[in-house]
């Protein structure tokens, strides 16, 4: 299935946003954590700075959270890992609230309580987790209610290439299969568990190839590419809306950051990123479109200056917002 | 130890991989396997230099894949080889706990004792810095609750290195929890005073000793990693306004020095326990209750406090988590309140 023109243009802007945000917070991020201001000896203070914590950012990943999230709807269910924050914007989550989330903000997805591993937003059903395989067998239990409930609604698993060699990755494409589940499986392949090179942790090249260990089909996407993501993610969708069960998915795709932000990255060849720069996907869609005839300059500049201001205005948003109470720690351990 | 001894300033880190690197040149059975801790060095810098030194034969990167390399530890060590194997935060013992407690922690004992498991479990713990409820946590009650496995909680270097060296020659499961925010990193902000002095030449710290960190008079704080430094500042404070505390690092929670608890507080008459792990069920009950069911040799003057994380997953935003996990500030008013309490 090939994208239409629309969705070839929302695949184009999402990625635009996606990778505005995830600079922006690099520059962010480091505010408050850079000498001479932190504690004396150190290069880096993690826990300083209004965005403290890790932080994993997705720049380069844009085509994975795009071309999947495009078949979406709100009702389908999205469950990403501790790089969220492409499949986050891909899935339409708020990114005010998400934005202030970071900032440990009250006005924050989860009242600053969750941090950017933990963005929880019921409205268009986004998840996601910092253990690593947490979210195929939780994609599982989505897909297995909208086949409880009678609806038509996928679940996507999303997790990295590292996240295929543990136990529940398993466990769940069995249970998926074997129930015959309306979920994709959607494996990001940027080749690193932090400084663990995938040759080095995985016993089979692809994991697309896993998949016929459970009986489903295992598509490998060979390039960072948003629109073969796009035909590879309609075909497993279409096929979970049948109800004709799960598919996984393994994208090759590029991190250009560290594996967090602060990485010292001695693990990485030197000049790599830039290297992967030269093959960025959001100028390759965009030379696509205006080949199409469905983007020019102006039209480019128009789109690029309507994401910032909305990425500008997640930032102050965040910035700006009041923390929580003190107290506030201690509500919301159980529901109401 | 002798006085020809070198001694130098290490950070825990530093002690702790040092330790890890004496035994392996001093025992070819000993080997490392975890995520990162080879090229990397270990996120927190527990392995740092070691794959350069013994090769990645003995310094093993593992896939994401915590059953099947714990599981490994337990099938290495049957056959007479000693693993350290690195859980990198303690939070992720959730996905690998059942090769831990319900094997290596009961086989010795299922077998009668034919079996042995000489396994080092190395993990982080600890918040402070903002990562949130999955990757802040301490739960070393839960590994302490748990029979069969010993639990070491370093606050110092010094302490880390003679610890880590018993827990390596020890015949039995220990799990080595070092305080990220003791470790000494460059790109975390630590208490100072876990950096200190450690000899080069090898030694051990017998495991179940408490050490009194300070004496004093007026009052016991029990505690343990990194709330050990944090009650040292606070007694501090507490200090120049004419409170005198004691302060008892317990060191191991498994073997537990009770007698050290006992002793200081049969003589302070007043204990606070200042702990980072949550509140119920926990360390600090434990310690309250072995005071408690000493109570006809041991007089107290005041009830005792405890002092943890209030049952609360640790929050992300900064004065959330500041608000949780017990600090200097904290510990000091809640040593002037138990203060002012008397029980007659
Ligand atoms: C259960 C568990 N083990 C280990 C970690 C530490 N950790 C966080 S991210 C990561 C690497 C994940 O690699 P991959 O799945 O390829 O995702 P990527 O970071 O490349 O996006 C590791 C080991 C964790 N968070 N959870
Ligand atoms: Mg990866």
Redesign the pocket.
Known sequence: MDPTSEQLLWMYEKMVEIREYEETMAKVYLEGKLPPKIQKGLAFDIGAGPVPGEM?LAAGQEPVAVGVCAHLKAEDAVVG???PHHFAIAKNVDLNAMTAEMFGKVTGLGRGKGGHMHLFDPAVKFSCS?????SAPQACGAALAAKKLGKDWVAIGF??????N?GAFHEALNLASLWKLPVIFVC???K???SVEKQDSTSIESNADRAAGYGMPGVLVETNDAVAVFRAAGDAVARARRGEGPTLIEVKTD?YLG?FQGDPETYRPKGEAQELRTHDPIPALGALLRARDLLDDAGDARLRQAVSARVEAAYAFGRNSPYPEPSEALLHVFAD | MTTDTKVRTLSMAQAISEAVAQEMERDQRVFVMG??VGKYGGIFSATTGLLDKFGPERIMDTP?S?TGFMGAAIGAAAEGLRPISEL??VD?FG?CFDQIYNHLAKNTYMSGGNTKYPVVITTGIGGGYNDAA??SQCLYGIFAHVPGLKVVVPSNAYDAKGLMTAAIRDDNPVVFMYHKGIMGLSWMSYFEGSTNAVPLEPYTIPFGEAKVVREGRDLTIVTLSQMVQKAVLAADTLAAEGIDVEIIDLRTLVPLDRESVLRSVAKTGRLLVADEDYLSFGVSGEIAAIVAEHLDSVKLKAPIRRLAVPDVPIPFSRPLEQFAIPQVDGIAAAVRELMQLNLN
Do not use: L, P, T
């Open positions: 994993h890992a501790h790089r910092g253990i690593v395989g947490a997790f990295g290439e590292g996240a295929a543990q990001e392949d940027n690193y568990g932090i991190r594996h | 995520e990162d994401i915590e990198m935060f992720f996905v999955q990757h």
